[in-house]
């Protein structure tokens, strides 16, 4: 079974071509970065007409890069939501054309579920597992029962843990993408020169809140001597900010290892992804708490944690071979539950 992916729901256009045996035959990436830098953050409109120009190039190199032609495929998958609109639909038709013209079904994927399901394409992870995604948009711990059955124990009130990472980065005169800046000015700091809030440590339950973090991390920056920051001031906020999100996530995520054992004794399976599962200094937090409770720990390899294609095309082979393909005329969906039953976020009182 091949089957090709299209993903454009953010800021990379990419495409890739997978196997049910678990073969990467192409993985082409097409960033954005340079074109959203100069406004700290990505910008909707720009990244819609990004995608437009380079889409149809994009799956033009995956297809010769795999060595096929689109009559081998057996799906052509797509993210269909959530995401940013424009360019959730730009794929969306992209894929809708190729199956068409090449009589081939379509799969339309959640984006969310292509991160949750990156796991059993790279390390063969048997359901049912525990899931911490952390990307620029979502902030969420899932059991993964099954293709398409996701059980919520938690979400953020606020802000995700992405989009925190780049608003720092942003105030520490960092750069975008703010993630990766961060974690590596932190490695020359200290963690513990600035006091930062753990929101939500302590509390029940799996939910997170990043906001009032972002704000201490402003008014820290503040409180400095006027004038540009200091190399120093800049690897202390960035380590002390690092240090307060992986207390954060362990504290959250330590809940929700009970919650699952008690829903399935005998699994044992911890796995992080999405965009910040990138972070090294998180990864290792993540390992000891696991280790801590009996879990195993499973993350993607770093260039399968950002936005790419080999995702869609695997969550489109797990989905085909379940036999559960869409029609031509389904719509794009810029917002798109994993756990359609979970209720709303819960607001943290003002």
Same mark, same amino acid.
Request: net charge negative; glycine share 12%; charged share 20%.
């Given at each position: 079974?091949?089957? %090709? *992916?299209?993903?454009?729901?953010? @800021?990379?256009?990419?495409?890739? #071509?997978?196997?049910?045996?678990?073969?990467?035959? &192409?993985?082409?990436? +097409? &960033?954005?970065? $340079?074109?959203?830098?100069?406004?700290?953050?990505?910008?909707?409109?720009? $990244? $819609?007409?990004?995608?437009?120009?380079?889409?149809?190039?994009?799956?033009?190199?995956?297809?010769? =890069?795999?060595?096929?032609?689109?009559?081998? %495929?057996?799906? #052509?998958?797509?993210?269909?939501?959530?995401?940013?609109?424009?360019?959730?639909?730009?794929?969306?038709?992209?894929?809708? +054309?190729? $199956?068409?013209? !090449? =009589?081939?079904?379509?799969?339309?994927?959640?984006?969310?579920?292509?991160?949750?399901?990156?796991?059993?394409?790279? @390390?063969?992870? =048997?359901?049912?597992? %525990? %899931?911490?995604?952390?990307?620029?948009?979502?902030?969420?711990?899932?059991?993964?029962?099954? #293709?398409?059955?996701?059980?919520?124990?938690?979400?953020?009130?606020?802000?995700?843990?992405?989009?925190?990472?780049?608003?720092?980065?942003?105030?520490?005169?960092?750069?975008?993408?703010?993630?990766?800046?961060?974690?590596?000015?932190?490695?020359?700091?200290?963690?513990?020169?600035?006091?930062?809030?753990?929101?939500?440590?302590?509390?029940?339950?799996?939910?997170?809140?990043?906001?009032?973090?972002?704000?201490? #991390?402003?008014?820290?920056?503040?409180?400095?001597?006027?004038?540009?920051?200091?190399?120093?001031?800049?690897?202390?906020?960035?380590? !002390?900010?690092?240090? =307060?999100?992986?207390?954060?996530?362990?504290?959250?995520?330590?809940?929700?290892?009970?919650?699952?054992?008690?829903?399935?004794?005998? +699994?044992?399976?911890?796995?992080?992804?999405?965009?910040?599962?990138?972070?090294?200094?998180?990864?290792?937090?993540?390992?000891?708490?696991? *280790?801590?409770?009996?879990?195993?720990?499973?993350?993607?390899?770093?260039?399968?944690?950002? @936005?790419?294609?080999?995702?869609?095309?695997?969550?489109?082979?797990?989905?085909?071979?379940?036999?559960?393909?869409?029609?031509?005329?389904?719509?794009?969906?810029?917002?798109?539950?994993?756990?359609? @039953?979970?209720?709303?976020?819960?607001?943290?009182?003002?």
């Amino acid at each position: 079974m091949i089957v %090709l *992916g299209i993903e454009t729901s953010c @800021d990379e256009t990419a495409a890739a #071509v997978v196997t049910d045996k678990r073969e990467i035959k &192409s993985n082409i990436v +097409a &960033s954005q970065l $340079a074109e959203h830098r100069p406004y700290g953050g990505v910008v909707p409109e720009i $990244a $819609a007409r990004s995608h437009l120009d380079h889409t149809d190039r994009v799956v033009g190199e995956a297809m010769d =890069a795999a060595g096929i032609g689109f009559g081998q %495929l057996d799906g #052509v998958a797509v993210t269909g939501g959530p995401g940013l609109i424009g360019g959730v639909i730009v794929g969306v038709m992209t894929a809708k +054309a190729i $199956a068409a013209v !090449s =009589a081939k079904p379509v799969i339309n994927v959640n984006h969310l579920e292509a991160h949750a399901l990156t796991a059993r394409l790279t @390390d063969d992870v =048997a359901f049912p597992y %525990l %899931l911490l995604l952390v990307t620029g948009g979502h902030c969420q711990l899932l059991i993964v029962e099954g #293709v398409g059955e996701y059980v919520r124990l938690g979400t953020t009130v606020d802000d995700a843990v992405g989009e925190a990472f780049d608003k720092t980065a942003k105030m520490l005169g960092l750069g975008y993408p703010g993630g990766p800046a961060v974690e590596a000015a932190a490695i020359a700091g200290d963690g513990s020169r600035f006091d930062l809030p753990r929101p939500m440590k302590g509390r029940q339950g799996c939910d997170f809140s990043f906001s009032g973090l972002k704000t201490a #991390v402003r008014q820290r920056v503040a409180r400095l001597p006027a004038g540009e920051l200091t190399a120093k001031d800049i690897a202390d906020l960035s380590a !002390s900010f690092q240090d =307060a999100v992986g207390d954060v996530l362990i504290d959250r995520a330590a809940n929700a290892l009970d919650s699952f054992r008690a829903r399935h004794r005998d +699994a044992a399976t911890l796995v992080v992804a999405g965009g910040v599962a990138a972070n090294q200094y998180l990864r290792k937090r993540l390992d000891g708490l696991a *280790g801590r409770e009996g879990f195993r720990l499973v993350a993607p390899p770093v260039e399968l944690c950002t @936005d790419n294609g080999v995702m869609v095309a695997w969550a489109g082979i797990e989905r085909l071979r379940l036999g559960l393909t869409d029609a031509l005329d389904f719509a794009p969906r810029p917002r798109w539950p994993l756990d359609a @039953d979970a209720p709303p976020a819960a607001r943290l009182p003002k």
